[in-house]
């Protein structure tokens, strides 16, 4: 009877779900390593895990180093609508300079018309010598039909230290009217939203026509601030932590200002942001932090940000990129590795917790390094989920038919349903129980065949091998092997079996029985009558997949198989076709028996007592082995 396939024809089936396993972990690796190529995409949801990370982290603590001047609605219902007289703008930087103190202004607001003449006057002359910054609005568009151009650039900037290589080119501007020209500092309010419209970085640096242009916030930094201008990693532009919200910051109105409203000590040594928040005037930019924030509370998070990196208060680099890697090589690896010894429900959670930690990891990582892919590894482990998983499912599903249609070799189909509603891990694994062995074979098997063709011969074969197993699988036993013109069988395994004597009992009785009908055929048609001898005995022995690399097997071993073994070769010598042992004995109680004296089987020190069926036992059984048959 065939047993488990031999492991070299196993062998290539496991080289190929190697391959196919392989090529899973590698497609999901290299996924990850994908999003690290294009860490500023919102590839797999990289930008909204960011956003979602920049709004756990956004505090509300003061930012005591700025001061936001805004020329809100109430400021211009008090003074006029906008756009204010120039004079108007002078007073209030004026102010800010000389009543309150502070150490430089920024005006996030553009000029590209002249105005009042003395006010125009006023502002270059604090543009041209003093700590204010004016703005011009680069443009990045390549699509215009006609660049954009209004206005005229100052003759600025002062070069600032640290200005990286990496600048993004502009394709054209709006600055302020030529009156302003002289201005000593100016800085870029110029930026370029991501695909889908949200504000995430600026640059901190443009190209345009041989010059470099500083962005606004950089450009008070390093005129105004008494610190040299901070090195900045040579990206185009550079994302937003966002650190801080709107409301973390000291906003006061313009209005109150000119009022002069604030104590002097509130707002002196300052960094001054001037701009406006109102909806009117249509500064509002869609941030991680909301779809409509002020425009001047984006130069306000640039600034505070380069301030944290001026004074050394931002945190320490990491290698993003790298831990990405590396987290998303140990969930390949360990998916390799664990995936094929778990169940499709475990594998998934483990998933679930893999990727929770890497959230985890990937919230502290993002504010140490703004470029590299926090969703990478998560790309990773969704890939493994809908391929890894289904795939092992697959393969586990495989194997579990496999393991079902060897068991059906062995055992009666009742003993297999009871095996897949068992707990049972592996049915096959080697145990240790308790049970009855029957080993059975024909007499003469020699001298019955060798006067038959080959047709004939393998004829009686197969029909004395019937008269076997048919009765063994009936009574839910497990066919361990033929031997040629005989086999053996066992009960109580792969499941415990209380009652396994009594089940090799009455299987041997159908045997005997079978036999016995067969031969008499087989006499009446001229034939030599047919004999079996059966050999029974119980005990502990170990039952499981037993065998070598080259091939294994289902079978049980044990001194009480090898005493049933001793036992049909006894019977030989007796006119009983069935010789019990003492262990089955005494553990049947469904039957009686025939005490036969004691003998010392081979291999055995000691005498073993010996038993057939009681005459009345086996002609009561007789006629319901023949029903059986029938």
Same mark, same amino acid.
């Given at each position: 009877?065939?047993a488990?396939?031999?492991s070299?024809?196993?062998?290539p ?8 396993q392989?090529?899973?972990?590698l ?11 294009q860490?500023g ?5 990289n ?5 979602v990370?920049v709004? !756990?982290?956004a505090t509300d603590a003061p930012?005591?180093?700025?001061l936001v001047v805004?020329?809100?609605?109430t400021?211009t *219902?008090?003074?006029?609508p906008?756009?204010w007289?120039r004079?108007?703008?002078a007073?209030l930087v004026e ?5 309150y103190g502070?150490?430089g202004?920024?005006l996030?607001? @553009?000029f590209?018309d ?10 270059a002359? @604090?543009?041209g ?8 609005a680069?443009?990045y568009m390549?699509?215009r ?12 900037p ?9 600048? @993004?080119p502009?394709?054209?501007?709006i600055a302020?009217?030529t009156?302003?020209i002289?201005a000593?500092?100016?800085g870029?309010?110029?930026?370029v ?5 949200v504000?995430?970085r ?7 026509? +041989?010059k470099?242009?500083?962005?606004l916030s950089?450009?008070?930094l390093g005129?105004c601030?008494g610190k040299?201008?901070p090195?900045?990693?040579g =990206?185009?532009q550079?994302?937003?932590?966002f650190?801080?919200?709107w409301?973390?910051?000291t906003?006061?109105?313009?209005a109150e200002?000119l009022?002069?409203?604030y ?7 300052r960094l001054v942001l001037?701009g406006?928040s109102?909806l009117g005037?249509g500064?509002r930019?869609?941030?991680?932090l909301?779809?409509?924030?002020? +425009?001047l ?10 301030l944290d ?6 945190p +320490?680099?990491?290698?993003?990129a790298? !831990?990405?890697?590396?987290f998303a090589?140990g969930s390949?690896?360990?998916?390799m590795?664990?995936?094929p010894?778990l169940?499709?429900?475990t594998?998934v ?6 990727s ?5 990891l ?6 140490r390094?703004?470029v590299?892919?926090v969703?990478g590894? @998560?790309a990773?482990?969704?890939?493994l989920?809908a ?8 393969v586990?599903? %495989?194997r ?7 068991l ?11 095996l897949l509603r068992s707990?049972?891990?592996d049915?096959?694994?080697?145990r ?6 029957l080993?059975?074979d024909?007499?003469?098997? %020699?001298?019955?065949v *060798? ?8 004829r009686?074969?197969?029909?004395f091998l019937?008269?076997? %197993?048919g009765?063994v ?5 497990t ?7 005989g086999?053996?069988a ?8 209380i009652?396994?004597?009594?089940l090799a009992?009455d299987?041997?009785r159908?045997? !005997?029985?079978?036999?016995e009908a067969?031969?008499a ?8 009558p047919?004999?079996?001898?059966i050999?029974?005995e119980?005990?502990?022995?170990m039952a499981?997949?037993?065998g070598?690399t080259?091939?294994s097997?289902?079978t049980?071993?044990?001194d ?11 019977a ?5 076709? =069935? ?5 089955t004995v ?6 009686r ?8 089987l ?7 007592p010996?038993? %057939?069926?009681a ?10 082995g023949?029903?059986q048959?029938?």
């Amino acid at each position: 009877m065939p047993a488990f396939p031999p492991s070299s024809s196993l062998r290539p089936l496991r080289l190929r779900r190697g391959a196919v396993q392989a090529c899973i972990s590698l497609l999901a690796f290299l996924l990850c390593v994908y999003a690290q190529s294009q860490p500023g995409t919102a590839a797999f949801g990289n930008e909204w895990l960011r956003d979602v990370f920049v709004k !756990l982290r956004a505090t509300d603590a003061p930012e005591p180093r700025i001061l936001v001047v805004d020329i809100d609605e109430t400021s211009t *219902e008090r003074l006029g609508p906008w756009p204010w007289p120039r004079a108007r703008i002078a007073d209030l930087v004026e102010t800010l300079l000389g009543d309150y103190g502070v150490r430089g202004v920024a005006l996030d607001i @553009l000029f590209p018309d002249a105005a009042d003449p003395e006010g125009d006057a006023r502002l270059a002359a @604090l543009a041209g010598f003093g700590p204010v910054v004016l703005a011009h609005a680069f443009d990045y568009m390549r699509d215009r039909p006609v660049a954009l151009r209004q206005g005229v650039l100052a003759h600025g900037p002062v070069s600032l230290p640290g200005a990286p290589p990496a600048a @993004l080119p502009a394709t054209g501007f709006i600055a302020n009217h030529t009156g302003l020209i002289d201005a000593r500092q100016v800085g870029n309010i110029g930026f370029v939203p991501d695909p889908d419209g949200v504000l995430r970085r600026l640059p901190l640096w443009t190209t345009f026509e +041989g010059k470099s242009w500083p962005a606004l916030s950089l450009a008070l930094l390093g005129c105004c601030s008494g610190k040299p201008a901070p090195l900045v990693d040579g =990206a185009a532009q550079t994302r937003l932590d966002f650190q801080r919200d709107w409301s973390a910051y000291t906003v006061v109105t313009a209005a109150e200002v000119l009022d002069r409203a604030y104590p002097r000590e509130d707002l002196a040594g300052r960094l001054v942001l001037i701009g406006s928040s109102s909806l009117g005037q249509g500064d509002r930019v869609a941030t991680p932090l909301g779809s409509n924030r002020p +425009g001047l509370g984006v130069q306000a998070a640039m600034l505070s940000q380069l301030l944290d990196l001026q004074e050394g208060k931002a945190p +320490g680099r990491w290698p993003g990129a790298l !831990l990405a890697l590396a987290f998303a090589a140990g969930s390949v690896l360990f998916a390799m590795f664990a995936f094929p010894r778990l169940s499709a429900l475990t594998s998934v959670g483990l998933l679930g917790s893999i990727s929770v930690a890497w959230v985890g990891l990937a919230y502290f990582a993002s504010a140490r390094d703004p470029v590299f892919s926090v969703s990478g590894p @998560l790309a990773t482990n969704l890939f493994l989920l809908a391929f890894a998983v289904p795939y092992q499912w697959q393969v586990a599903q %495989t194997r579990s038919r496999h393991l079902l249609d060897t068991l059906r070799q062995y055992v009666a189909p009742s003993v297999v349903q009871q095996l897949l509603r068992s707990d049972m891990a592996d049915p096959l694994k080697p145990r240790q129980l308790e049970v009855t062995t029957l080993i059975a074979d024909m007499e003469g098997y %020699t001298s019955q065949v *060798e006067s038959l063709p080959v047709e004939e011969a393998a004829r009686l074969t197969q029909e004395f091998l019937d008269c076997l %197993t048919g009765p063994v699988i009936a009574h839910q036993g497990t066919l361990d092997k033929y031997t040629g013109d005989g086999l053996v069988a066992f009960w109580g395994a792969p499941l415990p079996e209380i009652h396994h004597a009594d089940l090799a009992l009455d299987a041997a009785r159908a045997i !005997l029985a079978r036999v016995e009908a067969l031969s008499a055929q087989r006499s009446s048609a001229g034939h030599k009558p047919l004999r079996v001898r059966i050999g029974i005995e119980s005990g502990p022995a170990m039952a499981g997949d037993f065998g070598t690399t080259f091939r294994s097997i289902y079978t049980a071993v044990g001194d009480s198989v090898n005493t049933a073994s001793r036992l049909e070769q006894a019977a030989r010598d007796y006119p009983h076709d =069935a010789i019990i042992g003492p262990g089955t004995v005494a553990l049947a109680q469904r039957h009686r028996f025939l005490a036969l004296g004691e003998r010392i089987l081979r291999g055995k020190g000691k005498p073993t007592p010996l038993y %057939t069926f009681a005459p009345q036992d086996a002609d009561a059984h007789a006629a319901h082995g023949l029903e059986q048959q029938a």
